[in-house]
T-cell receptor, first 111, second 117 residues
Framework: RKEVEQDPGPFNVPEGATVAFNCTYSNSASQSFFWYRQDCRKEPKLLMSVYSSGNEDGRFTAQLNRASQYISLLIRDSKLSDSATYLC????????????FGTGTRLKVLA | DTGVSQNPRHKITKRGQNVTFRCDPI?????LYWYRQTLGQGPEFLTY????????KSRLLSDRFSAERPKGSFSTLEIQRTEQGDSAMYLC???????????????FGSGTRLTVV
């Protein structure tokens, strides 16, 4: 089993739609969780950290379910500019801040 | 400070040649990480430094790969006797460690895209 697994997509959604991605992780001792966004041929950029209680940043909501070992990202009112690959990131080893990346979920928002 | 800087942005080399990439992290960041990314995959961990000390190397980092961070500031990644399978985007990232740092992610550089022909 991979340490971090994501559905590669692509998810094709119309503008204004709500879309959700899940990501599962294998190590129950994982400490920190993030979502990164990566545009084509660009570097990944931090979208948001994922906190135990869940957190929201504008149209984006992240949730953590430790019991089932998954994190989720919800995007409301999708914009064309949201089209990108969303990478799930997990810090498995405490203190190393060595992040394990999923393969990414590709999102296309269609006009 | 303008973030993490990597150069060159692109490198095309012939198989068997040596290449070296440079990364300049954000100045107050004491941790520096190297990752490799191929098409359709997420970044894969290669190695990381705490100041000038290299703390971990991935099994992916064969003996043809070496990384240094001699003064705890910039880092170099060298690949000797390049192979076509080395073609990838090489990403450098840095972060600050300490305080509430568990909530902070990495800041990545723009990467060096290596093509081995």
């Amino acid at each position: 089993r991979k340490e971090v697994e994501q559905d590669p997509g692509p998810f094709n959604v119309p503008e204004g739609a709500t879309v959700a991605f899940n990501c599962t992780y294998s190590n129950s001792a994982s400490q920190s969780f993030f979502w990164y966004r990566q545009d084509c041929r660009k570097e990944p950029k931090l979208l948001m950290s994922v906190y135990s209680s869940g957190n929201e940043d504008g149209r984006f909501t992240a949730q953590l379910n430790r019991a089932s070992q998954y994190i989720s990202l919800l995007i409301r009112d999708s914009k064309l500019s949201d089209s990108a690959t969303y990478l799930c990131v997990v810090n498995i080893e405490a203190g190393t801040y060595k992040y394990i990346f999923g393969t990414g979920t590709r999102l296309k928002v269609l006009a | 400070d303008t973030g993490v800087s990597q150069n060159p942005r692109h490198k095309i080399t012939k198989r068997g040649q040596n290449v070296t990439f440079r990364c300049d992290p954000i100045s107050e960041h004491n941790r520096l990480y190297w990752y490799r990314q191929t098409l359709g995959q997420g970044p894969e961990f290669l190695t990381y430094f705490q100041n000038e000390a290299q703390l971990e190397k991935s099994r992916l980092l064969s003996d043809r790969f070496s990384a240094e961070r001699p003064k705890g500031s910039f880092s170099t990644l060298e690949i000797q006797r390049t192979e076509q399978g080395d073609s990838a985007m090489y990403l450098c990232a840095s972060r600050r460690v300490g305080g509430q740092s568990h909530a902070y992610g990495y800041t990545f550089g723009s990467g060096t895209r290596l093509t081995v022909v």
